[in-house]
Protein backbone atom coordinates (compact mmCIF):
# COMPACT_ATOMS: atom_id res chain seq x y z
CA UNK A 1 0.00 0.00 0.00
CA UNK A 2 3.00 2.42 0.69
CA UNK A 3 3.31 2.59 -2.88
CA UNK A 4 -0.01 3.75 -3.89
CA UNK A 5 1.20 7.32 -3.53
CA UNK A 6 4.38 8.02 -5.16
CA UNK A 7 4.44 10.96 -6.35
CA UNK A 8 7.19 12.03 -9.90
CA UNK A 9 9.16 15.06 -8.23
CA UNK A 10 10.31 16.28 -11.05
CA UNK A 11 7.42 16.00 -13.19
CA UNK A 12 5.04 16.59 -10.14
CA UNK A 13 2.04 18.29 -11.64
CA UNK A 14 -2.12 18.71 -11.20
CA UNK A 15 -2.39 15.44 -13.92
CA UNK A 16 -0.21 13.55 -12.10
CA UNK A 17 -1.33 10.18 -11.32
CA UNK A 18 -0.48 10.18 -8.09
CA UNK A 19 -2.39 13.92 -7.02
CA UNK A 20 -5.83 12.12 -9.10
CA UNK A 21 -5.22 9.36 -6.55
CA UNK A 22 -4.71 11.81 -4.00
CA UNK A 23 -7.84 13.59 -4.44
CA UNK A 24 -9.56 10.54 -4.76
CA UNK A 25 -8.74 9.42 -1.49
CA UNK A 26 -9.73 12.40 0.00
CA UNK A 27 -13.08 12.34 -1.56
CA UNK A 28 -13.65 8.59 -0.44
CA UNK A 29 -12.57 9.66 3.05
CA UNK A 30 -15.41 12.39 2.99
CA UNK A 31 -13.79 15.51 2.51
CA UNK A 32 -13.29 15.89 -1.17
CA UNK A 33 -11.22 19.14 -2.09
CA UNK A 34 -12.44 22.09 -4.17
CA UNK A 35 -8.59 22.89 -5.46
CA UNK A 36 -5.54 21.26 -5.92
CA UNK A 37 -2.58 23.20 -6.40
CA UNK A 38 0.89 21.85 -6.90
CA UNK A 39 3.47 24.24 -6.36
CA UNK A 40 6.27 24.34 -8.95
CA UNK A 41 8.92 25.68 -7.33
CA UNK A 42 11.70 23.56 -4.91
CA UNK A 43 11.94 24.80 -1.34
CA UNK A 44 14.08 23.18 1.31
CA UNK A 45 14.06 22.96 5.09
CA UNK A 46 16.05 21.57 7.53
CA UNK A 47 18.33 19.94 4.90
CA UNK A 48 15.32 18.20 2.63
CA UNK A 49 14.40 19.15 -0.59
CA UNK A 50 10.64 19.40 -1.33
CA UNK A 51 7.72 20.49 -3.53
CA UNK A 52 4.12 21.19 -1.88
CA UNK A 53 0.79 20.03 -3.12
CA UNK A 54 -2.04 21.91 -0.79
CA UNK A 55 -5.67 20.65 -1.25
CA UNK A 56 -8.17 23.36 0.04
CA UNK A 57 -11.60 22.29 1.06
CA UNK A 58 -14.93 24.01 0.92
CA UNK A 59 -14.66 24.98 4.15
CA UNK A 60 -11.26 26.95 3.82
CA UNK A 61 -8.96 24.32 5.06
CA UNK A 62 -5.81 23.63 3.80
CA UNK A 63 -4.05 20.37 3.67
CA UNK A 64 -0.37 20.90 2.04
CA UNK A 65 1.83 17.76 1.67
CA UNK A 66 5.25 18.02 1.10
CA UNK A 67 7.34 15.46 -0.97
CA UNK A 68 10.49 14.58 -1.02
CA UNK A 69 12.87 14.01 -4.01
CA UNK A 70 12.37 10.14 -4.14
CA UNK A 71 8.67 10.50 -4.39
CA UNK A 72 7.00 10.08 -0.92
CA UNK A 73 5.49 12.46 1.78
CA UNK A 74 7.11 13.70 4.38
CA UNK A 75 5.14 16.71 6.45
CA UNK A 76 1.69 16.79 6.28
CA UNK A 77 0.68 20.39 7.41
CA UNK A 78 -3.04 21.42 8.24
CA UNK A 79 -3.81 24.51 8.52
CA UNK A 80 -0.05 25.51 8.54
CA UNK A 81 0.51 23.67 11.22
CA UNK A 82 2.48 20.68 11.11
CA UNK A 83 0.45 17.27 11.96
CA UNK A 84 2.10 14.00 13.20
CA UNK A 85 0.81 10.78 11.82
CA UNK A 86 0.37 7.25 13.19
CA UNK A 87 -0.39 5.65 9.99
CA UNK A 88 2.46 6.78 7.96
CA UNK A 89 2.58 3.44 5.88
CA UNK A 90 -0.90 3.33 4.76
CA UNK A 91 -2.27 6.35 2.90
CA UNK A 92 -5.86 5.91 3.11
CA UNK A 93 -5.38 5.21 7.08
CA UNK A 94 -3.23 8.89 6.83
CA UNK A 95 -5.51 10.37 5.18
CA UNK A 96 -8.46 9.37 6.84
CA UNK A 97 -6.60 10.61 10.13
CA UNK A 98 -6.46 14.13 8.29
CA UNK A 99 -10.03 13.90 7.02
CA UNK A 100 -10.91 13.15 11.19
CA UNK A 101 -8.36 16.04 12.34
CA UNK A 102 -10.20 18.43 10.12
CA UNK A 103 -13.71 17.21 11.15
CA UNK A 104 -12.62 17.78 15.14
CA UNK A 105 -11.00 20.99 14.52
CA UNK A 106 -12.97 22.66 12.16
CA UNK A 107 -15.37 25.11 14.51
CA UNK A 108 -11.99 26.49 16.00
CA UNK A 109 -10.90 27.06 12.83
CA UNK A 110 -13.68 28.92 11.68
CA UNK A 111 -13.71 31.05 14.72
CA UNK A 112 -10.34 32.09 13.91
CA UNK A 113 -10.89 33.23 10.05
CA UNK A 114 -14.34 34.68 11.70
CA UNK A 115 -11.68 36.79 13.83
CA UNK A 116 -9.38 37.57 11.38
CA UNK A 117 -9.60 41.57 10.06
CA UNK A 118 -9.46 42.18 6.65
CA UNK A 119 -8.16 45.09 5.64
CA UNK A 120 -9.19 47.11 2.58
CA UNK A 121 -6.43 47.95 -0.12
CA UNK A 122 -5.38 51.53 0.03
CA UNK A 123 -6.32 52.57 -3.40
CA UNK A 124 -10.54 51.14 -2.44
CA UNK A 125 -12.00 53.63 -0.54
CA UNK A 126 -15.99 52.76 0.88
CA UNK A 127 -18.89 55.26 -0.18
CA UNK A 128 -19.73 55.71 3.69
CA UNK A 129 -18.70 58.88 4.28
CA UNK A 130 -20.18 60.23 1.15
CA UNK A 131 -23.34 58.04 1.99
CA UNK A 132 -23.10 60.04 5.56
CA UNK A 133 -22.99 63.49 3.62
CA UNK A 134 -26.14 62.61 1.42
CA UNK A 135 -27.95 61.55 3.84
CA UNK A 136 -27.42 64.37 6.17
CA UNK A 137 -28.04 66.80 3.14
CA UNK A 138 -31.21 64.62 2.89
CA UNK A 139 -32.27 64.94 6.61
CA UNK A 140 -31.24 68.99 6.62
CA UNK A 141 -34.02 69.35 3.63
CA UNK A 142 -36.69 67.14 5.31
CA UNK A 143 -35.87 69.35 8.36
CA UNK A 144 -36.83 72.84 6.24
CA UNK A 145 -39.86 70.99 4.34
CA UNK A 146 -40.63 70.67 7.65
CA UNK A 147 -40.85 73.85 9.32
CA UNK A 148 -42.12 75.23 6.14
CA UNK A 149 -45.10 73.19 6.33
CA UNK A 150 -45.58 74.32 9.94
CA UNK A 151 -45.02 77.88 9.22
CA UNK A 152 -48.12 77.30 6.75
CA UNK A 153 -49.95 75.69 9.25
CA UNK A 154 -49.57 78.46 11.60
CA UNK A 155 -50.26 81.27 8.64
CA UNK A 156 -53.71 79.32 8.10
CA UNK A 157 -55.03 78.55 11.73
CA UNK A 158 -55.25 81.97 12.81
CA UNK A 159 -57.24 82.52 9.74
CA UNK A 160 -59.84 79.88 10.42
CA UNK A 161 -60.43 80.88 14.21
Known sequence: ???????????????????KQLEKHFTRAGAAPVSVEVEPRIKRTSGVSYREVSLTFADSQVVKLRIKKPGDIFQVLLNKKVMPLRHQDDHPKAIGEIVKAMDSGRSAFQKRLAKAKVQLPKRMKTS??????????KRDALKEAVEDARQQLAELKPDAA
Not at 1 to 17: G, Q, V, Y
Open 1 to 19: MAADLLFSFDELNRKDKAV
Open 128 to 137: APRMEKRLEE
